[in-house]
């Protein structure tokens, strides 16, 4: 923010500070407030319960979704010319939209620390030659110290994970969880 000092010959004058013309913060109709300098990757597939708070440097990658499974392939019979053809053309029905996607799921009360990084869990295939994201989802009144890493599949309701902490891919942690600062939670766990 700039620093103005008044015009003044006093020294005992201190700077005083102009107010921002944009809110470094940018506050939804549910009560969340969101830092503009936050990462959000993929907003359309990340829900926030209300009352979250999302501080500036974190990183949430709603981007990496589910990849969809391949569609069936459909297949035509021939008719044979001793039925009747319907005369009336019917109108072409509308492919229906699929659902959205929910990538990362927060709940109520989550307080994400500045600098920390939230990503859906990744779970290879059965042949390893691809796999696909899952959902990331966390529970109410979950706090989040900085630079913390979290690929979990989920994370329960009253959980506190320290700073610099490591919670790997599929890795699931119950209601009233306490990760120490710098712990790792390996994948699967």
Known sequence: MPV??????????????QPSSRPDWVETETG????RRAQLHGTQHITLG???VISPGVC????????????????????S??????????PPAKPKKPPPTISVSLGRYVILSPHCTLKPPFRP??????????????ADHVLVHPHASISAAS??????????????????????CTVLPGSVVPAGM
Do not use: F, W
Not at 4 to 17: A, D, F, G, H, V
Not at 60 to 79: F, Q
Not at 125 to 138: C, D, E, K, N
């Open 32 to 35: 969340n407030k969101v830092s």
């Open 125 to 138: 295939s059965s042949s390893g030659a691809s796999g696909t994201y899952l959902p990331l989802r966390i």
């Open 81 to 90: 010319s001793t039925q009747p053809q319907p005369t009336d053309k019917e």
């Open 4 to 17: 103005t000092t008044s015009s003044t010959t006093n020294s005992s004058s201190k700077p005083t500070r």
């Open 155 to 176: 994370i329960g309701s009253h959980t506190v994970i320290g700073s610099h902490a490591t919670l790997q891919s599929m890795c699931i942690l119950k209601d009233s």
């Open 50 to 52: 209300g009352r979250c």
């Open 60 to 79: 949430i990658r709603g981007d990496l979704v589910r990849s969809s499974p391949p569609s069936a392939t459909t297949t035509t019979t021939t008719t």
